[in-house]
C-alpha cells in the first residue's frame, strides 16, 4: 500500500504527504495522552476557575 | 500548611479595560470613516491624512492591536493572577508593559496617517515601532512567566496554555515579518521580494488572526465562561484536544489568502487542506464553550453577559466554518478580492472579538470596583443594537460580495465580458456599502452606550486596586505520584509548555516557508524583468505612502475573466524584485499588474487629479496633493543602495547617478504630458507615480515583443 503512495507522490507533493503524516503522529500522540489521562484530575483541572482563592487541602492534588 | 494572604492586582485589569473601550471607540469611528469614503469619497475631508489608503490601516491597527490588543491583556492579567493565586510577578513590568503598549498605539495613530507603512497588512508599522513591539512584548512574557514561576498552584489550566502559545507565535511571527533594511528613520524595505514576501506576510497575516485574535480569547473563553456560568468547563479532555490541534494546525493555513497567485501550487494545497482541517478544533473549542452552558441556558435568557458570550461563540463558530469554505480553491476564485472576505472578517471581529469583549467588561468592571452595574437595560439595549449592527453590516456585505465576485466573471453569449467595465460593477454595489455604514454606526452606538454605562458603573463603585486573597504555598519539593503521566507533567511545566508549543508552531513554519525560500525552482526567473528606475522606485514609494495597495491588487489570476480584463496572468518571476510584493487582497478598484501602457500619461494625470473626469462615478478619493508636493530626491542614493544590499542587480555605483536618470525620465513625462496640455514640472511627486503606473506589468509584454521580433 505504502509502495504505491510513494511511487505515484511526484515532485512537491511530498510536502504536503509529509505533513499530513507528521499531523496524524502528532494527533495520536494527544489522543494516547487524552486516553490515559485521569478523571478525577480532569475534573480538578476544569474546576480551576470556580477556585479564585482559597483552596481547600482536600481539593488539591499535589 | 498555613494558607498565604496576598494581593491581586486589579487596577493593571482596570487600565487595560479603560484603554480597551478608548480605542475601541476610536478605532471604530475610524472604520465608519473610511466606510463612509467607499461611497463619499469626499468624505476623507479633502486632505492626505485622513484619506482611506491611509487611515484604512489605522483603522485595522486601532482595532486589532489597541481595541483587542488591551483586550487580552485586561482577560490575562485579571485570569491568570486568579489562575495561579499569585499577584502578578512585577508591578513595575505591568506599568512598562500598559504604557509601551499605549505609546505604540500613539506612534501608529501618528505616523499611518503621515503615510510612513510598510505597506505589509497587519504590519504596517515601520522598523522602529516594530523594535518597540517587541520590547513590549518582551516585557508581557518576563511578566506572566515570572508569575507563573511564583504561582501557588501546580497545574496550569488550559487558559494559561493559549496566553502561552500567543506569547510565543506572536514573538516568532512578529520578528520573522519584521525582517527589514532601514533606509531612513521611519523607512525601511523588507527582505523578502515577491512570491517569498507574500508567503511570509500571509504566514504572519493569518497567523495574526489565530494567535492575537483567536488563542488568548480562546483562553479567556475557557476562564470566564466557566466563571460567568458558575459551572466547570464541559470537557477537559476536549480543551486539550482542541488546544494542541489547533496551534498545530492553525500556523500552515496562510497561504489560502494567496490561491492562483504564483505562490508554488504545492503550498498552495498544503494551504487549503490545513484550512479545511482547522474547522474540527475550531468547533471543537466552539463546541466546548456552548456546552458548558449546559443545565444553564435558562440563565441566558436574563443575563445579558452570557447573551454577549452566546453570539460571540455562534460568530466564531460561523466564521470558523466559512474560513475553510472560503479556503476551497472553486469558492475562494469568486469570494477573494470582493467584500465577501471583509463579511468574514467583520462576523469575527465584530462577533466573536468584540461582543467576547464586551461580555467580559461588563461582568469584570463591577466585580473590581465592588458594585453592580449601573444600567442592565443600558447593556441590554447594548447587546440588541450591537447584534442588529452586526447583521446589518455581514448581510450587505455579503451580497455586495457575490454580486461583484459573480459580475466579475460573467461572459456574454458571444464570449465577451458582460461587464468589462470594473466602475460598473463597483456602482452596482454601492447600496450595500451605504447599509454596511448604517450597521457599523449602530454597532458603534452600542459600544458609546457601553462606555456610558461602564463609566458610571465606575463612579458608583470605587476599585478595589489591591484584592486580598488567600492560598497554600506550593511544597518546595514536588514529590512525583504514579499518576504523573503524559499531560499532566506538562501541565505542571511551563518552560516544556512553551518549548512544545513553539516547536509545534515550528514544524508547519519551516515546512511552509523553506522550500519557497530556498529552491530556486519555486520563484522561475524572467531574463526581461529589470529593476524599477529610480524615479519609479520613487514612485512606487509615494504608492505603498498612499496605501494605493488596499483598493487594488497586484496580482491577475490565471481565469479567463481576468486576463480578458486585464492581461497576461502575473509570473512569480516578475515580483523578483519587489521589496515588498503590493499584490493586495482587496479589489475595491481594478487590479493593476498589467497596468503599464494601457492608458497615456495625461489619462492618469487626470484620473489621480480627479478620478471621476476620467471615470465618472467613480469612489477613488481625489490624490491632487500629489500635483502640488515635490518629489524628495535625497532619498534615492539610500534607496537604490539598500536595494542592492537585497541582490537587485543595480550598477556598482548607480547610487550615485541614480539622481540623474531619474530627472531626465521625468523630464520625459512632463514633456510629454505638456503635449496634452499639462504643465507640471518634472520634480512633482505626480510624475514619480505616472512613471510607476506605467512600468507595471510591461516586462513581460516587452519580452513577448522580443521575442516576436525574432
Known amino acids: 500500500m505504502f509502495k504505491q503512495f510513494t511511487e505515484n507522490i511526484s515532485g512537491n507533493q511530498v510536502y504536503l504527504i509529509t505533513s499530513l503524516a507528521i499531523f496524524l503522529l502528532f494527533f495520536i500522540v494527544v489522543s494516547i495522552m487524552l486516553i490515559r489521562s485521569r478523571k478525577d484530575h480532569n475534573d480538578y483541572m476544569s474546576d480551576m476557575p470556580l477556585h479564585d482563592s482559597f483552596v481547600k487541602p482536600d481539593t488539591t492534588l499535589s | ?710
Open chain 2, 1 to 710: 500548611m498555613q494558607p498565604e494572604k496576598f494581593y491581586y492586582d486589579n487596577k493593571i485589569v482596570r487600565n487595560f479595560g479603560i484603554a480597551t473601550i478608548v480605542w475601541g471607540i476610536i478605532g471604530m469611528t475610524v472604520g465608519l470613516l473610511v466606510a463612509i469614503q467607499l461611497y463619499k469619497p469626499g468624505a476623507n475631508l479633502g486632505n492626505q491624512y485622513t484619506t482611506f489608503g491611509r487611515i484604512r490601516p489605522l483603522h485595522t491597527n486601532a482595532v486589532i492591536f489597541a481595541f483587542v490588543g488591551n483586550a487580552i491583556f485586561m482577560g490575562v492579567y485579571y485570569s491568570l493572577q486568579r489562575l495561579l493565586k499569585a499577584r502578578m510577578f512585577s508591578d513595575v513590568l505591568s506599568k512598562i508593559h500598559f504604557w509601551g503598549w499605549q505609546l505604540i498605539i500613539v506612534s501608529a495613530v501618528i505616523t499611518l496617517p503621515l503615510g510612513f507603512t510598510t505597506s505589509h497588512e497587519y504590519a504596517e508599522l515601520e522598523w522602529p515601532i516594530d523594535i518597540a513591539i517587541t520590547l513590549i512584548w518582551v516585557v508581557f512574557g518576563v511578566n506572566m512567566f515570572g508569575t507563573i514561576f511564583k504561582r501557588r498552584e501546580r497545574h496550569l489550566y488550559v487558559a494559561i496554555w493559549f496566553y502561552i502559545a500567543t506569547f510565543v507565535t506572536i514573538a516568532v511571527l512578529h520578528i520573522v515579518n519584521s525582517f527589514e533594511l532601514p533606509i531612513s528613520g521611519l523607512k525601511s524595505y523588507y527582505l523578502f521580494a515577491g512570491v517569498q514576501d507574500a508567503l511570509v506576510q500571509w504566514w504572519y497575516g493569518h497567523n495574526a488572526v489565530a494567535f492575537f485574535l483567536t488563542t488568548p480569547y480562546l483562553g479567556m473563553m475557557y476562564y470566564f465562561l466557566p466563571k460567568m456560568a458558575n459551572r466547570p468547563v464541559y470537557s477537559y479532555k476536549l480543551s486539550i484536544l482542541h488546544f494542541w490541534a489547533l496551534i498545530f494546525i492553525y500556523i500552515w493555513a496562510g497561504p489560502h489568502h494567496l490561491l492562483y497567485t504564483t505562490l508554488p501550487s504545492w503550498a498552495q494545497s498544503l494551504g487549503v487542506v490545513f484550512s479545511i482541517m482547522l474547522i474540527a478544533p475550531s468547533w471543537g473549542g466552539m463546541i466546548n464553550g456552548l456546552l458548558t452552558l449546559r443545565g444553564a441556558w435558562d440563565k441566558v435568557r436574563d443575563d445579558v453577559v452570557l447573551k454577549f458570550m452566546v453570539v460571540g461563540l455562534t460568530a466564531y463558530g460561523m466564521a470558523t466554518f466559512e474560513g475553510p469554505m472560503l479556503s476551497l480553491k472553486q469558492v475562494n476564485a469568486i469570494g477573494h478580492f470582493t467584500d465577501w472576505i471583509v463579511a468574514h472578517v467583520h462576523v469575527g471581529a465584530l462577533g466573536w472579538n468584540g461582543f467576547l469583549t464586551f461580555a467580559v467588561l461588563y461582568w469584570l468592571i463591577p466585580r473590581i470596583y465592588k458594585t453592580n452595574l449601573y444600567s442592565k437595560k443600558m447593556a441590554a439595549f447594548h447587546f440588541w443594537i450591537g447584534t442588529l449592527g452586526i447583521l446589518f453590516y455581514a448581510i450587505p456585505m455579503y451580497w455586495a460580495g457575490f454580486t461583484q465576485g459573480l459580475m466579475l466573471k460573467e461572459f456574454t453569449a458571444e464570449g465577451m465580458l458582460k461587464y468589462p467595465s470594473f466602475l460598473e460593477t463597483t456602482m452596482r454595489i454601492l447600496p450595500m456599502h451605504v447599509m454596511r455604514s448604517v450597521g457599523g454606526g449602530l454597532y458603534l452606538v452600542g459600544v458609546i452606550v457601553m462606555a456610558y454605562n461602564l463609566a458610571k458603573t465606575m463612579l458608583q463603585g470605587s476599585l478595589v486596586s489591591n484584592e486580598a486573597a488567600e492560598a497554600l504555598p506550593l511544597e518546595p519539593v514536588y514529590v512525583k505520584q504514579n499518576t504523573d503521566i503524559w499531560h499532566k507533567v506538562i501541565e505542571r511545566k511551563p518552560i516544556r509548555l512553551m518549548v512544545l508549543s513553539l516547536l509545534v508552531i515550528l514544524i508547519g513554519t519551516f515546512i511552509e516557508l523553506m522550500p519557497t525560500m530556498t529552491i530556486s525552482s519555486n520563484v522561475p526567473t524572467i531574463a526581461s524583468v529589470k529593476p524599477y528606475t529610480p524615479l519609479e522606485l520613487q514612485g512606487r514609494d509615494i504608492y505603498i505612502r498612499e496605501g494605493c495597495v488596499n483598493c487594488h491588487s497586484q496580482t491577475v489570476r490565471p481565469f479567463r475573466s481576468e486576463t480578458e480584463r486585464y492581461g497576461d496572468y502575473s509570473k512569480a518571476g516578475e515580483f523578483v524584485y519587489d521589496h515588498p510584493f503590493l499584490w493586495g487582497s482587496k479589489r475595491t478598484g481594478p487590479d493593476l499588474h498589467r497596468e503599464g501602457g494601457k492608458y497615456g500619461n495625461a489619462w492618469h494625470y487626470n484620473h489621480l487629479m480627479d478620478p471621476r473626469l476620467m471615470s465618472p462615478g467613480s469612489i477613488m478619493p481625489n490624490y491632487d496633493w500629489l500635483i502640488s508636493q515635490e518629489l524628495d530626491t535625497t532619498t534615492t542614493a539610500a534607496k537604490i543602495d539598500a536595494m542592492r544590499k537585497l541582490g537587485v542587480p543595480y550598477a556598482a555605483g548607480y547610487a550615485q547617478k541614480a539622481n540623474g536618470d531619474l530627472d531626465k525620465q521625468a523630464q520625459g513625462i512632463a514633456e510629454n504630458l505638456s503635449k496634452d496640455h499639462i504643465k507640471v514640472k518634472p520634480n512633482k511627486e505626480i510624475v514619480a507615480i505616472i512613471a510607476y503606473l506605467q512600468r507595471l506589468g510591461t516586462d513581460i509584454k516587452a519580452n513577448k515583443t522580443a521575442n516576436n521580433n525574432q
